[in-house]
Nanobody, 115 residues
C-alpha cells in the first residue's frame, strides 16, 4: 500500500505564496498520476491540479496562472506551488495518487489565507 505524506500548509496573507509537498512511499510513483485536491468547510472535495507520469498537467480554472504542480521522480515527491493566494483558497489540501484502479490519499494539510 502506498502512503502519502503531505507538508507545507499554514497561514498566509492574501497575495502570499505557499508550497505544498507530498512524498510517496514505494516504487510506483514514476508510473502514477499525482494530484492535489482541496476541501473547504461545507463544500465538496474538488480537483486543484494533476500531473501524469509523462509530465502532463491539468488545473482547475480557479487556480490557473496562480498554482503550479510539479514532480521530482528521484524524490517520489509532488509539489504544489501556490502564488497570489486568495481567501477562497482556504481549505484542507489532499495529495492523491492514482494507478489504474488504485487510489491513495494523504492525510491532508490545512491552508488558511487571511484577507
Amino acid at each position: 500500500q502506498v502512503q502519502l505524506v503531505e507538508s507545507g500548509g499554514g497561514l498566509v496573507q492574501a497575495g502570499g505564496s505557499l508550497r505544498l509537498s507530498c512524498t510517496a512511499s514505494g516504487s510506483v510513483f514514476k508510473i502514477s498520476t499525482m494530484g492535489w485536491y482541496r476541501q473547504a468547510p461545507g463544500k465538496q472535495r474538488e480537483l486543484v491540479a494533476t500531473i501524469t507520469s509523462g509530465g502532463s498537467t491539468n488545473y482547475a480554472d480557479s487556480v490557473k496562472g496562480r498554482f503550479t504542480i510539479s514532480s521530482d521522480n528521484a524524490k517520489n515527491t509532488v509539489y504544489l506551488q501556490m502564488n497570489s493566494l486568495k481567501s477562497e483558497d482556504t481549505a484542507v489540501y489532499y495529495c492523491n495518487l492514482k494507478i489504474l484502479a488504485y487510489d491513495s490519499w494523504g492525510q491532508g494539510t490545512q491552508v488558511i489565507v487571511s484577507s
